[in-house]
Every structure is written in structure tokens, then in C-alpha cells.
């Protein structure tokens, strides 16, 4: 009877546990829920109490957008190819694919400023989500995404209007004073920490990005003759540690073997360095868009190149001479004349 009673809960406990494990969001997942619950508190207690300098319509009109045309271009997509959109069957799932719209809209909210004006960070929000369908390449048979969103509408607008802006440091700790000044870039950094090293796994991009940062401005200080600390102030400052943990590891659109991911921080810092000593503004953001943009071209040739190899190869090979079941001892087939 235990026996029996044992071998019966077998099957249902299993059960549960393939339940869990299927309710259990990828990490993935759980990195943009909690980047998403991260950057809408940052910025409700950065437009009430820190000193945001952008309109409170703005964040609102962002995500609106964001929403709107992550929704239009999916269901044109999916109706195209026949496919159910990525946001049917119920609400969660809808949640979860608007996570990506809300973090990137936000973000742009979030650093630019173009003075009472929403509209261009409206036009930043709608080529953020264009870039994600628009800007593809074919991976391991999959097509992905190459450019970061929310960087790419940055850099779109900065070129396109140069009177707007990044906004501003001292936006981030305008209202306070004394201790709270380093606790709150202490606190951004303890949480990105956190997020990237239990999810998204990109600490080794950060290590890289951080070390190629300190490494360009002594080189760079050395050949302009100027102060390195004043180079590596710009790491305590709460924009490079947002930039740092929640800009440059996008996990869509970086790398996943650690040495990869090392190379990639390290690439951006050195393309950062070469455009601060070309006196160009704005380093950051488009030391990472030209860093996406070298990735996704190096990956589309890659792709083509795998794609191309092996038809070569099997238009030089003879061409095999079926086999005559009637002399063939491994065939499943029965020779013509036999039973």
C-alpha cells in the first residue's frame, strides 16, 4: 500500500514542479521587470524630489508613444506573417512585451531635454522602437535586433536637432545636499550591480567598459597634457553609473560569452576616447551606437558567410548514386521481385 501511495504522488508532484518551473519567467524577464520598476522609480522621485529638469508631461507623452508604436508595429508584423502577435493570450503577457517600450521611453524622457518641447523626444521614442524592427540581422537563424533602442533614438536626434540636449548631471541630485549627493549614485550602482550580476550576467562587459574608461583617459590625458583626475571624475557621477549599469548592457543587443563582452566595454571606451579627443560631445551615447553598429555589420557578414559556405561546398560534391536495395544489406526496403 505505501508503495502504491508513494508511485501515485510521484506523477503529481512532478507535475507541480514542471508547473513552477514553466510559471518561473526566463531571466531575461525578470531583468526588464525589474529594470522597469527601476527607471519608473527613478524617474517619480527624480521629477518630485531630486530635481528633474524635463516637463511632467514628458515621461507620460514618452510612454505613450512607446507604447503606440511598439503595438502598431507588432501587430503589422505579425499579421504579415501570419503569426499571433507576441502580445496576445492574456494580460501578462502583454505586460511583458511592453516592458522594452516602457524602459526605452523613459530613457529618452529621461536624458533628454529639449526645453518645453515633447515633441522631439516623441521622434526619439518612435526611432528607438522603429530601430527594433527596421534594423535586423539574421543570428544562428534568428533575426535580432543589433542596435540599442533607446541609444539609437538618442543619437538620431542629437544629430538631427542640435539644439536639443543631454540633460543635464546635476539633475540627478539638484535638490539635495551633503551625504545624500553620494548615496544616491551609490545606491543606482548597488542596484545595477545586483540586476547585472544575478540576471542579465553582463559583469564582465562592465569590467571591460570600466577598465578601457580609465584606461583611454590616462592615455588620453598623457597625449593632450591635461589632468587625468579631471578624465576619471566623470565615474563618480550618477549619469556614467546609469549609463554603466541600465545603458551599455542592454541584454538584446550585447554580447553572452564573457571575453565578448569584455572586447565590447572595451571597444566602446576606446571609440569614447577617440571622440573626446576629437573634441565631439556627447561621447557616450555615440561611442555606443558606432561600437552596435561595427557589431551588427561584423554579425550580418557572418551570417551571409555561413549561409554562403556550405552551398559551395556541396556544389563541388559528386553527386551520390542511390543505392540498389536488391545489393544493399542495410536497406529497410524490400527488393523489387521479393515478397
Not at 522594452?100 to 522602437?129: D, E, K, Q
Not at 572586447?263 to 555606443?288: E, P
Request: charge should be positive; include cysteine; charged fraction near 15%.
Amino acid at each position: 500500500m505505501t508503495l502504491r501511495l508513494s508511485l501515485a504522488r510521484a506523477p503529481a508532484a512532478g507535475t507541480v514542479a514542471m508547473a513552477r518551473q514553466a510559471v518561473k519567467p526566463d531571466p531575461r524577464t525578470a531583468a526588464l521587470r525589474r529594470f522597469a520598476v527601476s527607471i519608473t522609480a527613478l524617474t517619480v522621485v527624480g521629477h518630485t524630489l531630486l530635481g528633474f529638469e524635463q516637463a511632467y508631461a514628458t515621461p507620460v507623452v514618452a510612454v505613450l508613444t512607446a507604447y503606440s508604436v511598439e503595438l502598431l508595429l507588432e501587430t503589422v508584423e505579425a499579421r504579415a506573417r501570419g503569426r499571433p502577435a507576441k502580445y496576445a493570450g492574456s494580460p501578462m503577457m502583454l505586460l511583458d512585451f511592453l516592458l522594452p517600450a516602457h524602459i526605452a521611453g523613459l530613457a529618452c524622457a529621461m536624458l533628454l531635454y529639449a526645453n518645453s518641447r515633447l515633441w522631439p523626444v516623441v521622434f526619439a521614442v518612435t526611432v528607438a522602437i522603429c530601430s527594433k524592427y527596421v534594423i535586423r540581422v539574421r543570428v544562428s537563424g534568428r533575426s535580432r535586433h543589433v542596435l540599442n533602442p533607446s541609444n539609437v533614438g538618442i543619437v538620431v536626434t542629437l544629430l538631427l536637432f542640435p539644439w536639443v540636449g543631454i540633460a543635464p548631471p546635476y539633475q540627478f541630485t539638484e535638490w539635495v545636499s551633503g551625504p545624500v549627493d553620494w548615496i544616491i549614485p551609490a545606491a543606482v550602482l548597488a542596484a545595477g550591480t545586483m540586476l547585472n550580476a544575478k540576471l542579465t550576467k553582463k559583469m564582465p562587459l562592465i569590467a571591460g567598459w570600466l577598465g578601457g574608461f580609465a584606461l583611454q583617459a590616462v592615455v588620453r590625458t598623457s597625449v593632450e597634457h591635461t589632468a587625468t583626475e579631471s578624465a576619471l571624475l566623470v565615474m563618480s557621477g550618477a549619469a556614467f553609473v546609469l549609463f554603466t549599469n541600465y545603458m551599455i548592457t542592454d541584454p538584446g543587443t550585447t554580447p553572452t560569452r564573457p571575453w565578448r563582452q569584455a572586447m565590447f566595454g572595451l571597444a566602446t571606451a576606446a571609440a569614447y576616447g577617440v571622440l573626446v579627443y576629437g573634441h565631439v560631445v556627447f561621447g557616450l551615447f555615440f561611442s555606443l551606437a558606432i561600437v552596435c553598429a561595427g557589431r551588427g555589420v561584423g554579425l550580418a557578414a557572418l551570417s551571409w558567410w555561413r549561409r554562403r559556405t556550405p552551398r559551395t561546398a556541396d556544389s563541388h560534391a559528386p553527386s551520390p548514386v542511390p543505392a540498389d536495395p536488391a545489393h544493399d544489406p542495410t536497406s529497410q526496403q524490400p527488393a523489387l521481385g521479393r515478397p
